[in-house]
């Protein structure tokens, strides 16, 4: 099974910029969606963004669109996760996960599928 390895975080001020990565471990994320995913303390898991298995169609919730953008690079077998503007509230485990997204269908959502890594901690200082 696909085991995901994210890196990239830090502490930042609030406004910076920081860009996330991650890696398989164990297999490869070749033909599969990718998401990100992030909890912050006491709170659920939330979806961030999502990219396709191809990369020509992306998601991002809607109160990130403009701050977050997802990208990949199957040469690499990597997703990227570019965060801008970055404000206090973004603070949180960041995590990548295969997805299941029914990328065609207007509405559809995407939904974790894969094994959860170690994330990687995003913490923004105002």
């Known amino acids: 099974q696909v085991q995901p390895v994210e890196s990239g975080g830090g502490l930042v001020q609030a406004g910076d910029s920081l860009g996330l990565s991650c890696v398989p471990s164990g297999g490869t994320f070749s033909g599969h969606a990718l998401g990100w995913f992030r909890q912050a303390p006491g709170k659920e898991r939330d979806l961030v963004a999502a990219v396709n298995w191809s990369g020509s169609r992306t998601y991002v919730v809607d109160s990130l669109k403009g701050r977050f953008s997802i990208s990949r690079d199957d040469a690499k077998d990597t997703v990227f996760l570019k965060m801008s503007n970055l404000k206090p509230e973004d603070t949180a485990v960041y995590y990548c996960?295969?997805?299941?997204?029914?990328?065609?269908?207007?509405?559809?959502?995407?939904?974790?599928?894969?094994?959860w890594g170690q994330g990687t901690q995003v913490t923004v200082s105002s």
């Open positions: 996960t295969i997805v299941r997204w029914y990328s065609n269908l207007m509405g559809s959502v995407p939904t974790s599928l894969g094994s």
